[in-house]
């Protein structure tokens, strides 16, 4: 029997299911419709022109102000017909409150828009009677429109005018709840729009730190959990390389001067207009000159022209008379007649007004001495040579160069009278006179001490001479040295041009002379490298061959270029590496020798560079012109001039470095040699200090040329100066 039973409740308990499904499913019943439909008397066909016609008498207490159109369709009844067989052949059931179908309409989640015209303006159809078009197509009517009048009367009567707006897709009013209210009321007051939602609702923690008897998780740590964090690390070691070096800096204290209040000035214009700009920096226009005695009309008698002063002023051009008239005298003030000349100047004065700029100048009050860079006094940054000592007499031409052996006791000259001289420097006596038969170009010593050897560029020839001045030891090992050649040697077989080696025999030998070279064009210049073993050889009409360098141990010479570059003037090999310094007539260029690449090149700012010179440290070096100019270059600076000298008047024909003492020197066409301090610092962030103390004369200038070359004393603050009077001097 339980079980009979229980069979029974489960299946009425499926027919109220069942019953329940089908009211939920099925179309929802309007009894207002029924009565409309039912009574016979009144005329469903009311609206015929538009569906929405019955709107206007919707009930006002209606919330959702969505109702379904009055007219019935076959749908409907349809619907009640099935709700009624599905009531008679279903049990007696208890009848339950009617819900709403949520499923009666199928709407997205956007507004339920019935106007199917889109998102167009409405505006479009201000000229047509419809204001869009329902989902069957039927136009929608737009509704009438009552004038002022009318409005002003519902206004007065309508309880709910406040709270009516108009649809823009339908024209129709629509009746705002108290819901809708509300929301717009709590969006104008920037609350949250559900007036039920509290955002301060109390706080509920899942993830507690007690321990629970059922934790909302528990899952095992991750590893991660007793792992350092890489990603951490290196952000705090970012954040630690910062600070130290100064990117990241903590907070500042804050001062009293934050804590006052400050002021600004609201009305002030950023962008001001040209008017009142001009009227700001508004300049007043000069005044003219009061008149003087001389337009008087009755001035003193000495300031009247006299016959030849009034035909010497009618003589001259306008623009280059003292005065635009000529005085006159009149005994009173009424004989004076008017000025002719009244309305001219008033004219000139408009143009001078109107054509000439004024601009105002802001006067710099700055003291002439701030400007002068304040540098050492001369008696600070002594020794440097101040004297004429010893004058060195002998030549009978102008002395072109000269040349000093590494331990300063003898010096050698070249001059024009085709003689090499050797002297003695403490004395000033000389002590040998070489006949080279060509007017000598360059002399220069080996500056190897263990080598006795002077190089002498006569014409097209290298001159290799021994002195045989000094130690004997050292003359005999030169010469055994020079005496391994046998023969002429070649520069080379894939040399275009020839330099020949040969060694003189016989007498010339006796007289010293060693090796001769022979080069294709006349040589100007012959330098040595510090070791003494290459020296280098300026051929200026030798085009691409106009730089050779030469070994003396192999005997061999070799043209490093194969193109030009330009009329070359000095070359200089670099005291501590293996670059080549070669100078044209604007351009120094750096070559490094074992890369055989150009490494730098550097801008003279100059005409025609005429002498270069290297500092003993390698990174700094002077170049004198032609246009009298003298230029400091910091290899490590600039490709330009560091700081450019111009205290000559004429030509510079020689620049020369201390190798010990921080001075340099610069002979000019002027007669006058130029010392200079120049001390180069080991801290790279400092500048060289450059200061001129002394101006050296006593060179003649002759036929335009003055001092010709000028070298230091390897040893001592000495100078010597070789010019076109015939003479050497040596400063002290």
């Not at 508004?282 to 009061?290: E, G, M, S, T």
């Not at 090999?573 to 490094?592: D, G, K």
Request: charged share 30%; with cysteine; glycine share 4%.
């Amino acid at each position: 029997m339980a079980s009979i039973i229980k069979r029974k409740s489960s299946a009425f308990e499926n027919v109220a299911i069942l019953k329940n499904h089908e009211e939920l499913f099925a179309p929802k019943e309007n009894t207002e419709k029924e009565i409309s439909s039912s009574d016979e008397g009144i005329d469903s066909t009311d609206s015929e022109d538009s569906i929405y016609s019955g709107l206007e008498e919707e009930d006002s207490t209606d919330d959702d102000g969505e109702d379904e159109p009055e007219s019935l369709d076959e749908s409907d009844e349809y619907s009640d017909t099935n709700e009624k067989e599905s009531t008679k052949d279903s049990p007696s059931i208890p009848k339950e409150e009617t819900k709403t179908n949520e499923y009666e309409q199928d709407s997205s989640d956007e507004e339920d828009i019935r106007n199917t015209i889109g998102n167009i303006p409405i505006k479009w159809y201000d000229e047509y009677p419809h204001i869009g078009y329902d989902v069957s197509g039927r136009q929608i009517i737009k509704p009438k429109k009552g004038d002022q009048i009318d409005s002003f009367l519902d206004k007065m009567e309508n309880p709910d005018y406040g709270r009516t707006v108009i649809d823009k897709q339908t024209g129709q009013e629509v009746i705002l709840t108290e819901n809708d209210i509300a929301t717009i009321e709590n969006v104008r007051k920037g609350k949250y729009p559900e007036g039920t939602y509290n955002p301060y609702e109390p706080w509920v923690d899942f993830f507690t730190n007690e321990k629970m008897e059922h934790p909302v998780t528990n899952h095992p740590a991750h590893k991660r959990s007793f792992i350092p964090s890489l990603w951490e690390r290196n952000k705090v070691s970012q954040y630690v390389h910062a600070m130290k070096m100064g990117w990241m800096k903590p907070r500042q204290d804050k001062t009293q001067d934050d804590d006052e209040p400050k002021f600004y000035d609201i009305w002030k214009d950023s962008e001001q207009s040209e008017i009142s700009r001009r009227f700001r920096h508004h300049i007043p226009a000069p005044k003219l000159l009061l008149p003087g005695h001389d337009e008087s009309y009755n001035p003193p008698p000495e300031y009247l022209f006299t016959e030849e002063e009034e035909l010497a002023w009618k003589e001259k051009e306008p623009e280059d008379r003292r005065m635009n008239f000529i005085p006159q005298k009149y005994s009173s003030l009424r004989l004076v007649p008017s000025y002719p000349r009244f309305i001219n100047e008033r004219f000139e004065r408009c143009l001078d007004l109107y054509l000439c700029p004024r601009q105002r100048k802001a006067r710099m009050n700055v003291n002439p001495e701030d400007l002068i860079p304040k540098l050492p006094k001369p008696k600070d940054l002594q020794p440097f040579p101040t004297t004429l000592a010893i004058v060195y007499k002998g030549h009978k031409n102008l002395i072109r160069c000269s040349s000093i052996d590494p331990s300063g006791q003898w010096l050698v000259s070249g001059s024009d009278d085709e003689t090499v001289k050797f002297w003695e420097v403490s004395t000033g006596r000389c002590i040998r006179t070489v006949n080279v038969g060509g007017a000598v170009k360059e002399v220069s010593w080996n500056p190897n001490s263990a080598i006795c050897l002077v190089a002498i560029a006569v014409n097209s020839l290298v001159i290799l001479l021994n002195p045989q001045l000094g130690d004997k030891l050292i003359i005999s090992n030169t010469d055994n040295m020079l005496d391994k050649i046998e023969g002429p040697q070649e520069s080379g077989e894939s040399s275009k041009v020839k330099i020949e080696w040969s060694a003189y025999t016989g007498s010339q030998y006796n007289n010293g002379f060693r090796i001769k070279i022979s080069h294709p064009k006349d040589v100007s210049q012959v330098t040595w490298h510090i070791r003494g073993d290459y020296f280098a050889t300026v051929l200026p009409k030798g085009e691409s061959m106009s730089v050779c360098i030469s070994q003396l141990s192999k005997h061999k010479s070799q043209m490093p270029f194969k193109q030009s570059k330009g009329l070359v003037q000095k070359v200089l090999f670099h005291p501590t590496r293996p670059y080549l310094f070669v100078a044209t007539q604007r351009y120094v260029r750096v070559y490094n020798l074992l890369k055989q690449e150009l490494t730098k090149k550097l801008m003279t700012n100059c005409k025609w560079v005429s002498s270069m010179d290297v500092h003993p440290e390698g990174d700094n070096i002077i170049i004198g012109s032609y246009d009298a100019r003298l230029s400091w270059f910091d290899m490590d600076l600039s490709t330009k001039p560091y700081q450019t000298l111009r205290h000559h008047k004429k030509a510079i024909r020689q620049v020369c470095y201390h190798p010990r003492y921080p001075l340099f020197a610069s002979a000019s066409d002027d007669g006058t040699i130029i010392v200079c301090h120049g001390k180069v610092y080991n801290d790279l962030m400092q500048n060289p200090l450059i200061v001129p103390v002394k101006i050296l004369k006593g060179h003649e200038i002759s036929q335009g040329l003055g001092v010709l070359g000028c070298h230091f004393h390897p040893n001592q603050p000495w100078l010597f100066s070789s010019g076109a009077d015939n003479n050497i001097h040596l400063y002290t």
